[in-house]
Structure formats: C-alpha cells, structure tokens
C-alpha cells in the first residue's frame, strides 16, 4: 500500500480540507443525541415554548451541518479518489509500454489488462471509502462512547465490552481474506484471457462449430471464479452477521438494564434514549468499520498487483557500450538467443533456445529476405533486431552501433514495421497510415501509392478520411495489408521490416509493390521474412533457417546451388527444375 500512498500525497492538502469538513460534519451528527436528550430532561419539563422551539432550532441547525458537511467532504474524496487512480492508470499504462518482451511474457497480456482495470478500479474504490467512513467510523465509534460514558457510565461498560470482541472477529477475517482476494485476481486474469481469445477469434469459433465448446471453456473459468470469489466473499461476509450478533446482544443487555435503571430512578428517558441513538450510531460505525476492511482487503491484493508492474525493473536500458564503425549497417554477430532461457538449467537451457549463432552483415540500403519453416526463428531475429528483447549472447549492431548504445526511442524511430498480426484501428485510413505521426496528407499518398492502396482508398466514401472499423473488419485482408504497408513507408525509415506482410497480395500486386519499395527507397534497408520465394528472390542477401540455425546464407543463385532445402522450397513453389 506504500505505493498507493505515495500516489495520495500531492492530494495531502485536499485530503486535509476535506477530513477537517467531514470532522465537522460527524461532530455535528454526535451532538444530535446529546441534545435530544437535553430537550427530553431539561427543556420540556419546563414547559417553555420558545426554550424548546431554540433548541429545536439548534438540532436543525445540527442536522444541516451534517448533511452539508458529508456531502462536500464526500464529493471532494471522490474528486481525490478520481484525480489518484488517473495518474496511478497512466503510470501503469507507461510502464507497461516499457516493459521488455520477457516481462510481458511473464506477467501475460490478459494479467496487465485485468490490473490496469478491475485492480485500479479497487484502489478506487478503497481510497474514495477511506475518505469517506475512514474519519466518521472511527470519530464516532470513539466519540460516540465517550459521549455515552457521560450520559450513562454504567450502559457504556456494557458497550465497552464488546469492542475487543468485535476488533478481533475483524482481524482475524481480514488476515484470511487477503490472500484469498489475491488468488481471485488471478482467476479474474484467466477469465480475461478467455474472452480475449473468444473475441479476437469469434469468426474462426463460428466457422469451425466451436460455439458450444468455447461456451463450455468459459464456463470452466467463470465458474473457477465464481467459486473463488464465493470463497473469499464467504470469509469475509461472516464479519457482519458476528458482528451484528454482538452488537445487537449488546443492543438488548443495554435496554434491559436501561429500564432496570428508570424503574429505579438511577437515570432518566432523555438519557436513555439519546444512549440508544449512539448506539446505532456506533453500530453503523463498526459496520462501516467493517465494509472499510472488506475494500482494503481487495485493494490490497489489487496495490500489489499494480506495484508489480510499476516496480519491475527496466531490462532495456541504455548502456554505455563500444561502437564498432565499418561499411555493414546492420550487424548480427554470433547471435543467441531463447525466451525463458533464464528459467532453465543445462538441457532444458539448451532446448529453451530459438535462435543460436545467427550471423550477417547488411550495407545501408541493401536487402535481406529470411525464409524458413513455422517456429524456425524468422520473427526472433526481428523482436531482437528491435529490442523487444535482449540477446542471452552475441551483439547486434545498427549503423556502427550496438544497439543497447541507443535509447529505445532512438532505435526505434529507425524502423517502418508491418508485423504478421498487425492492427487497424477504428479510425480514418490518413490517421491509420500517420498514425500520430503528423505525416502531411500528401506524403500519406505517396506511400500509399508506393504500397498499391492509393486507388481502393480513393475508391472509397471519403477517401482518406473513410473510417475504418476496428480491426479493419470493413476492409479485405489484402487491403488491410496495403494499408499497414503504407504506414510503415509514410515515414521514410531507415529500416523497412515486412514480416510476411504480403500473404493477402496476389502476385501481381506483390511484384508492384516490391518494384516501388526497390524504385522509391532505395536507401533503406529492407528486412522481409516471408514464406514465398517470388517475395525475396530479388533481394541481395537471403538467410534460411531451420530449428534457430542458419542452414543457408547468399543470393538465390548462390542458395540454389548450395542450399538443398532452399532448393527444394524453389522448386515446389515455382514449379521449375535446377539443373
């Protein structure tokens, strides 16, 4: 929770004007009581219309203060509880941007959707009610005792008793509720994997019958949750029927004695009754209490998550490294390199490996095409190339430099990438291609020209300013494809990675659009992973791959007469013979 405070304290002062208001305002409920039992006691036996029509006037008084006093204390929590868990939603949210492909790997993507989400709502929740009951309860639980112990010293030993009772039923529930509400966190976690690989294969689903198996896999999860949460709800509702059982024996001991004590003349109705005002006062209190227990449990588990994220270490960070300047632009000198190979030891280190002494040297505005079998490694070489990883060893430079010499933003902004799944946006097709790049209108044309999407965008209501659904469900795979294309020529990059952007592209368009990249860039350097040979064959250099290795390295010609598997791929997609 330190971190939850730490985000609290450009609100001290807020805070503080809103704890002074709502002080005032439970103060003003307390004296309510007390006064109720003056006019009883006091007032009415004197038979004083106007003495009882001004102390009316001061319990009006009393009752407005109150009321206004909880209202504007209340609204200002709020305003705190919403200005807190903002900053704390885009410190998370930028945290997670910087996060290294490894750690997000670990941490999962559905896990960093449910903590930017239903944890940072809990926090909400948390801080808008200590704000709200985390004065009052406690003001009134002791002040209201204090209050009785002068109206009847003798009822309020009664009250007394059961304080230490009531304090130990809430923190022996709230020590087992915590780590319960942890675990349903983590169930919360599987259940948003779930419905997010229904949702973003929902046509897939349908198309294979898959609805009712799909509705039986998230059935199991819902139901794990279910159970978790009733577990968890179980532990910590049984605080408020013990609670109440106290209280209300207490309730009855107090009546009971009461009476005994008016029948006797030991005390008067006014007393008793105010007595039995705080009381309910009180016992509303200690639920409040309660429910404050129930949500800093919650939050708890939930701060924790979220701190997980914010504290996690920056594994990609610049370093201060030697610079190797030469002819090559980009360099992979003996690179290796696995996902979770920190998590093994010997064998299984060397099975967790994808990538192991890749080597090759690329001149500025030279081409390199890799092809090789599904799991062989392709997309590996281009998460390291652009640091979503670091490599376990060997050393990867760009333009004389390795590339952990670079800040990520630098490096970065050297790259135009489509990637396999990449994403359309639900925006215009000129905002799809800037993208927040400020790119003028009229070199998003020109690219869009270059990928060979200018005439299906011109064609359509709006041109540019068309609005694409989300995903791009309104456009055909290949002009999805031609879209991206273009927002990664829009910016003339030094580097241009197409990893298998092409699959949706006939043959004729792929062949125009490989001429404009050839004709128009010329002077960047092209990396293109594909599974067509008619998309690399013209490019200078070719690596092919098979298990992480490099079995292949050279031009077609050079691949042909050496590489036998490079061969065989030729042969069976172009359907000619080597002789």
């Known amino acids: 929770?330190?971190?939850?405070?730490?985000?609290?304290?450009?609100?001290?002062?807020?805070?503080?004007?809103?704890?002074?208001?709502?002080?005032?305002?439970?103060?003003?409920?307390?004296?309510?009581?007390?006064?109720?039992?003056?006019?009883?006691?006091?007032?009415?036996?004197?038979?004083?219309?106007?003495?009882?029509?001004?102390?009316?006037?001061?319990?009006?008084?009393?009752?407005?203060?109150?009321?206004?006093?909880?209202?504007?204390?209340?609204?200002?929590?709020?305003?705190?509880?919403?200005?807190?868990?903002?900053?704390?939603?885009?410190?998370?949210?930028?945290?997670?941007?910087?996060?290294?492909?490894?750690?997000?790997?670990?941490?999962?993507?559905?896990?960093?959707?449910?903590?930017?989400?239903?944890?940072?709502?809990?926090?909400?929740?948390?801080?808008?009610?200590?704000?709200?009951?985390?004065?009052?309860?406690?003001?009134?639980?002791?002040?209201?005792?204090?209050?009785?112990?002068t109206l009847e010293p003798v009822l309020t030993l009664v009250l007394i008793a059961i304080m230490p009772i009531l304090a130990f039923v809430v923190f022996t529930i709230s020590r087992k509720g915590i780590p319960m509400y942890g675990q349903v966190q983590k169930s919360v976690d599987r259940m948003v994997q779930t419905v997010r690989e229904n949702i973003s294969g929902i046509r897939v689903i349908k198309a294979l019958s898959k609805t009712e198996y799909e509705k039986g896999r998230f059935e199991e999860v819902n139901a794990e949750l279910v159970g978790k949460e009733l577990r968890a709800g179980s532990v910590m509702a049984a605080s408020s029927p013990l609670?109440?059982?106290?209280?209300?024996?207490?309730?009855?001991?107090?009546?009971?004695?009461?009476?005994?004590?008016?029948?006797?003349?030991?005390?008067?109705?006014?007393?008793?009754?105010?007595?039995?005002?705080?009381?309910?006062?009180?016992?509303?209190?200690?639920?409040?209490?309660?429910?404050?227990?129930?949500?800093?449990?919650?939050?708890?588990?939930?701060?924790?998550?979220?701190?997980?994220?914010?504290?996690?270490?920056?594994?990609?960070?610049?370093?201060?490294?030697?610079?190797?300047?030469?002819?090559?632009?980009?360099?992979?000198d003996h690179v290796t390199f696995g996902y979770h190979t920190k998590e093994h030891k010997g064998e299984d280190k060397q099975d967790a490996i994808c990538v192991e002494d890749i080597c090759f040297r690329l001149k500025k505005g030279e081409s390199l095409g890799i092809i090789g079998a599904t799991g062989s490694g392709k997309t590996t070489i281009l998460n390291l190339l652009m640091r979503f990883y670091d490599t376990d060893s060997g050393e990867i430079r760009v333009d004389g430099r390795n590339i952990k010499g670079y800040s990520l933003q630098e490096l970065r902004s050297k790259f135009g990438v489509v990637f396999q799944n990449d994403v359309i946006f639900a925006d215009t097709l000129y905002e799809n291609i800037s993208f927040g790049r400020d790119i003028p209108l009229e070199r998003v044309k020109e690219a869009a020209a270059d990928a060979k999407a200018a005439n299906f965008i011109e064609e359509k209501e709006g041109g540019y300013e068309y609005r694409a659904a989300i995903k791009g469900a309104n456009l055909s795979g290949g002009q999805k494809q031609r879209v991206l294309i273009a927002r990664a020529l829009a910016a003339h990059p030094e580097i241009l990675i197409l990893d298998d952007s092409s699959s949706a592209l006939d043959y004729k368009t792929d062949a125009a659009l490989r001429g404009a990249i050839r004709a128009n860039y010329a002077d960047t350097t092209l990396i293109t992973v594909a599974q067509r040979i008619s998309s690399i064959m013209q490019h200078d250099h070719i690596l092919v791959l098979e298990d992480g290795r490099t079995i292949g390295y050279g031009s077609h010609e050079e691949l042909l007469a050496d590489c036998p598997v490079y061969r065989e791929i030729y042969e069976s997609q172009m359907g000619s013979e080597v002789a």
């Open 1 to 149: 929770m330190k971190m939850v405070f730490r985000y609290l304290r450009p609100y001290y002062g807020r805070m503080a004007v809103g704890l002074i208001i709502k002080i005032l305002g439970t103060f003003a409920d307390l004296g309510l009581p007390w006064v109720l039992a003056f006019i009883l006691d006091d007032v009415i036996p004197t038979g004083k219309i106007s003495l009882i029509l001004a102390w009316g006037g001061v319990m009006l008084l009393l009752a407005l203060a109150a009321r206004v006093g909880n209202i504007t204390a209340n609204r200002k929590a709020a305003k705190v509880a919403r200005d807190t868990v903002e900053r704390l939603r885009h410190d998370t949210f930028e945290k997670i941007g910087k996060l290294s492909g490894t750690q997000v790997d670990r941490l999962t993507i559905p896990s960093l959707i449910s903590r930017l989400t239903s944890d940072s709502y809990n926090i909400h929740q948390m801080i808008g009610m200590m704000q709200r009951l985390g004065a009052r309860g406690p003001i009134i639980l002791v002040g209201g005792t204090i209050l009785t112990a």
């Open 243 to 332: 609670m109440n059982l106290l209280l209300n024996l207490g309730l009855t001991g107090i009546i009971v004695v009461g009476a005994f004590r008016v029948n006797a003349g030991a005390s008067e109705p006014g007393k008793i009754v105010a007595f039995l005002s705080y009381f309910t006062m009180i016992l509303n209190a200690v639920m409040s209490i309660n429910r404050i227990f129930i949500i800093f449990s919650k939050s708890s588990a939930s701060a924790s998550r979220i701190n997980e994220i914010l504290s996690a270490p920056d594994e990609l960070l610049q370093e201060t490294v030697e610079n190797v300047y030469g002819d090559e632009y980009i360099v992979f």
